[in-house]
């Protein structure tokens, strides 16, 4: 078959209905390769190009637009986000065609913000595609990730910039932030159109190369400043997640975790690290374990960080807590009532609280997890003191909210940390996505980062956002680098997303004001 009849019979799908919807669906479910494990960020932009140009061909004047642009975007949230599947299939207690169900539910929510942008997007009138490709469409994809990430607690996940963090798109991010890698994205890809439809060939080709050229440049700017290196451990336990709640199996795991630790021996300043709820127990009760811990640390002159369930009996809440343990600076040691700990802020829905627990906890065991009952931390806490460094913390899913943690950020900060367990999620290629996410707050902040996880990914990144190693999944192990903190303040730790809010706004305001005078 030649070409020329390729693109006939291509033509011809594209004219009817299902054939829209169908390509549609093929263009949205390609953007999972754009990101973790699978790295192919390129491909983004034919699946993006060749969506607006499918989005052409469709009859503004009727409900086509919003259909073809809800399939493409909730094909996009399955296969993206589909691993969420694992932890209700594996741990939820219902029938597997009720998670899948949950899951497509979960996916048409999600889609419903990107698909009202696409279809806003065709619903001015007046614009030439360079005010349509280059303004608009961005701005209102801009906009819709961002309600996606904060209407009903959020779900921040797969905003296109993780997939360019190894790229040279990576250098806006210490200046704007993720979502200035997402608009640059966008604004390539309706480069990329006008280039296609031979418009403005010069401003189109001019713009894609000033935006990947200053992307390069501005990699090789610094804002932090490195200190003396420290040595870190994280600690890797592999507990299996269906025992780790086991009364009888805590102390099991709590050998696991000091044996591990104990690989190193010297006598030099050690910072260990053990991953979210590695002490699967209230502090309150393992009070006999904790104290002679970190007198022992101590005398070893190391400094143990780790995971928790806290609890205040004054209120009878539980907190999903950090604390630190063994050598630390003076007025900062360990005792029950040390403020020198973080309280998990950003909680997760149904895993670590239950909107109407009334009504959906008798429903299915997904509805009522072992420690399900969480209260929220504060917003904005002080940061975690080593004698080695300061640390800002944020625990599993936090690690999605950038501006949460740019809160808790100061140019006294030396690293970012991040305590996870991803073992809910099983080997899918959700944890890899959660490390992605990771490793761009280490872009954002310049600072380094350290994830200590139960089964993986435990890794550790540089101020750059190089990863330094990673421990093997579903092993027991330990990591140790010496790892250079760095203090300072990047533009986005110090103004955040506020440019791209009031660019938004004024590009916004600009192309009302011009379709409404090119009306009169």
């Given at each position: 078959m030649s070409d020329p009849i390729l693109l006939e019979k291509l033509?011809?799908?594209?004219?009817?209905?299902?054939?829209?919807?169908?390509?549609?669906?093929?263009?949205?479910?390609?953007?999972?390769?754009?990101?973790?494990?699978?790295?192919?960020w390129w491909v983004i932009y034919p699946a993006f190009v060749a969506f607006?140009?499918?989005?052409?061909?469709?009859?503004?004047?009727?409900?086509?637009?919003?259909?073809?642009?809800?399939?493409?975007?909730?094909?996009?949230?399955?296969?993206?986000?589909?691993?969420?599947?694992?932890?209700?299939?594996?741990?939820?207690?219902?029938?597997?065609?009720?998670?899948a169900l949950l899951i497509i539910l979960l996916c048409a929510y999600l889609a419903i913000y990107p698909s009202l942008a696409l279809w806003v997007s065709t619903r001015f009138s007046g614009l030439s595609d360079i005010q349509r490709y280059l303004l608009l469409m961005p701005v209102l994809w801009l906009i819709s990730d961002w309600l996606r990430g904060v209407v009903l607690t959020g779900f921040p996940w797969a905003y296109l910039g993780y997939s360019h963090a190894g790229t040279p798109l990576a250098g806006f991010a210490p200046l704007l932030g993720v979502q200035g890698i997402t608009l640059v994205i966008m604004v390539i890809c309706g480069a990329f159109i006008l280039l296609i439809r031979r418009q403005q060939l010069v401003l189109s080709g001019s713009l894609i190369a000033a935006l990947l050229i200053s992307g390069y440049n501005l990699q090789k700017q610094r804002y932090t400043q490195p200190q003396p290196e420290i040595t870190v451990s994280l600690v890797q336990g592999n507990i299996d997640q269906h025992l780790k709640w086991k009364t009888e199996q805590l102390y099991p795991s709590l050998l696991k975790y000091i044996e591990l630790s104990e690989t190193r021996r010297d006598d030099q300043n050690e910072l260990i690290i053990w991953p979210e709820s590695a002490i699967a127990a209230l502090e309150l009760n393992v009070q006999d374990f904790l104290q002679p811990l970190s007198a022992e640390l101590a005398a070893n002159n190391k400094t143990l960080i780790t995971g928790i369930i806290g609890y205040e009996r004054a209120t009878d809440d539980y907190y999903?807590?950090?604390?630190?343990?063994?050598?630390?600076?003076?007025?900062?040691?360990?005792?029950?009532?040390?403020?020198?700990?973080?309280?998990?802020?950003?909680?997760?829905?149904?895993?670590?609280?239950?909107?109407?627990?009334?009504?959906?906890?008798?429903?299915?065991?997904?509805?009522?997890?072992?420690?399900?009952?969480?209260?929220?931390?504060?917003?904005?806490?002080?940061?975690?003191?080593?004698?080695?460094?300061?640390?800002?913390?944020?625990?599993?899913?936090?690690?999605?909210?950038?501006?949460?943690?740019?809160?808790?950020?100061?140019?006294?900060?030396?690293?970012?940390?991040?305590?996870?367990?991803?073992?809910?999620?099983?080997?899918?290629?959700?944890?890899?996505?959660?490390?992605?996410?990771?490793?761009?707050?280490?872009?954002?902040?310049?600072?380094?980062?350290?994830?200590?996880?139960?089964?993986?990914?435990?890794?550790?990144?540089?101020?750059?956002?190089?990863?330094?190693?990673?421990?093997?999944?579903?092993?027991?192990?330990v990591l140790t680098k010496n790892i250079q903190p760095s203090y300072g303040k990047t533009p986005y730790q110090v103004v955040g997303s506020f440019p791209l809010y009031l660019y938004c706004l004024v590009v916004l305001i600009g192309l009302f004001l011009y379709s409404r005078y090119n009306k009169q």
């Open positions: 033509n011809d799908v594209t004219k009817h209905l299902y054939g829209q919807l169908f390509v549609a669906l093929l263009l949205g479910a390609l953007q999972v390769f754009a990101f973790a494990p699978f790295g192919q607006f140009l499918l989005l052409q061909r469709v009859q503004i004047t009727t409900r086509r637009p919003f259909l073809i642009s809800f399939t493409f975007c909730i094909a996009m949230m399955i296969a993206t986000i589909h691993w969420v599947y694992v932890s209700m299939d594996l741990f939820g207690g219902m029938p597997k065609i009720v998670s999903n807590s950090i604390i630190t343990l063994g050598k630390l600076p003076e007025q900062q040691g360990y005792s029950l009532q040390s403020g020198n700990r973080y309280q998990k802020h950003h909680l997760l829905p149904i895993g670590e609280f239950v909107p109407f627990e009334n009504l959906l906890r008798p429903l299915a065991p997904y509805f009522n997890l072992p420690m399900s009952s969480f209260q929220r931390g504060q917003a904005v806490q002080d940061n975690l003191q080593t004698e080695q460094t300061t640390l800002a913390a944020a625990i599993c899913y936090e690690i999605a909210f950038p501006e949460l943690l740019r809160k808790n950020i100061s140019a006294e900060t030396g690293m970012l940390l991040t305590l996870s367990n991803d073992a809910w999620f099983g080997n899918s290629i959700g944890p890899d996505q959660h490390l992605e996410i990771a490793r761009m707050r280490a872009i954002e902040f310049e600072r380094p980062l350290l994830r200590a996880t139960n089964n993986g990914v435990t890794a550790i990144f540089d101020a750059a956002g190089n990863e330094l190693e990673r421990l093997p999944k579903n092993t027991a192990a």
